[in-house]
């Protein structure tokens, strides 16, 4: 059984959908410390120009260092999810696939989500069945709490599950003891996504954007899924 962890992101990117594909189950793990400027609240749209960010607004005044992802609020005062809705539009609508696309998109950032984390779930759940992916996700938030820190975390969340394989970011090198999973004779692989090329909405090519951009310009977006 293959298993694979990653912090909540926001409409992520094709190479973290790319891990969940090639996983039995992924471990959505918000229940780490909230990181600034990270992935966990923004992403990636291609423009005519390059790309630009779209930024979901968090309340961390004071308590940054103090919360784990799931309880971080999201901070309505802006008005952003109309902000990233026309943004949205504007850089897709002559897309291929934005009459498609777009709704789905609408219906989730129209609606008030208790926090950054349930908003993120549901950008990554909302493309599986035109991704054809059918991995189980699961939130640690939904687990017992686990005791253990970086490598040992890991390992001790593969070992609740069971795990003969675990299928890690590319990072994990940097961190894991290879050794102590040995152990417990569950073995490493390394995630090394290539990423694609494909026709965008605009001329040439940006690598790393959210998937939505792959969504609105490909026909068939599972085939870029080995």
């Given at each position: 059984?293959?298993?694979?962890?990653?912090?909540?992101?926001?409409?992520?990117?094709?190479?973290?959908?790319?891990?969940?594909?090639?996983?039995?189950?992924?471990?959505i793990?918000?229940?780490?410390?909230?990181?600034?400027?990270?992935?966990?609240?923004?992403?990636?749209?291609?423009?005519?120009?390059?790309?630009?960010?779209?930024?979901?607004?968090?309340?961390?005044?004071?308590?940054?260092?103090?919360?784990?992802?799931?309880?971080?609020?999201?901070?309505?005062?802006?008005?952003?999810?109309?902000?990233?809705?026309?943004?949205?539009?504007?850089?897709?609508?002559?897309?291929?696939?934005?009459?498609?696309?777009?709704?789905?998109?609408?219906?989730?950032?129209?609606?008030?989500?208790p926090?950054?984390?349930?908003l993120?779930?549901?950008?990554?759940?909302?493309?599986?069945?035109?991704?054809?992916?059918?991995?189980?996700?699961?939130?640690?938030?939904?687990?017992?709490?686990?005791?253990?820190?970086?490598?040992?975390?890991?390992?001790?969340?593969?070992?609740y599950?069971?795990?003969?394989?675990?299928?890690?970011?590319?990072?994990?090198?940097?961190?894991?003891?290879?050794?102590?999973?040995?152990?417990?004779?569950?073995?490493?692989?390394?995630?090394?996504?290539?990423?694609?090329?494909?026709?965008?909405?605009?001329?040439?090519f940006?690598?790393?954007?959210?998937?939505?951009?792959?969504?609105?310009?490909?026909?068939?977006?599972?085939?870029?899924?080995?």
């Amino acid at each position: 059984m293959i298993l694979s962890i990653h912090q909540p992101a926001y409409l992520p990117w094709l190479g973290y959908y790319d891990r969940i594909a090639k996983s039995d189950i992924f471990i959505i793990l918000d229940t780490v410390q909230y990181q600034k400027n990270s992935f966990q609240n923004r992403n990636k749209i291609r423009i005519k120009n390059g790309w630009s960010w779209i930024t979901v607004p968090v309340k961390t005044k004071k308590i940054l260092y103090d919360k784990n992802i799931n309880q971080i609020e999201i901070d309505y005062n802006q008005n952003w999810n109309t902000k990233h809705l026309k943004s949205i539009k504007q850089a897709y609508v002559k897309s291929k696939n934005f009459e498609k696309i777009f709704p789905l998109l609408e219906n989730i950032l129209i609606k008030k989500w208790p926090s950054l984390a349930d908003l993120s779930y549901e950008t990554t759940i909302c493309f599986f069945d035109i991704l054809e992916i059918d991995t189980k996700i699961i939130r640690t938030s939904e687990l017992k709490p686990f005791k253990e820190n970086k490598s040992d975390l890991i390992l001790e969340i593969c070992k609740y599950f069971d795990t003969t394989k675990y299928l890690s970011g590319p990072i994990g090198k940097d961190y894991l003891n290879e050794k102590k999973f040995e152990n417990e004779s569950i073995s490493i692989d390394y995630h090394n996504f290539i990423h694609p090329s494909y026709v965008q909405t605009y001329k040439g090519f940006e690598a790393n954007m959210s998937i939505i951009d792959l969504l609105m310009n490909v026909e068939k977006p599972a085939n870029y899924f080995e």
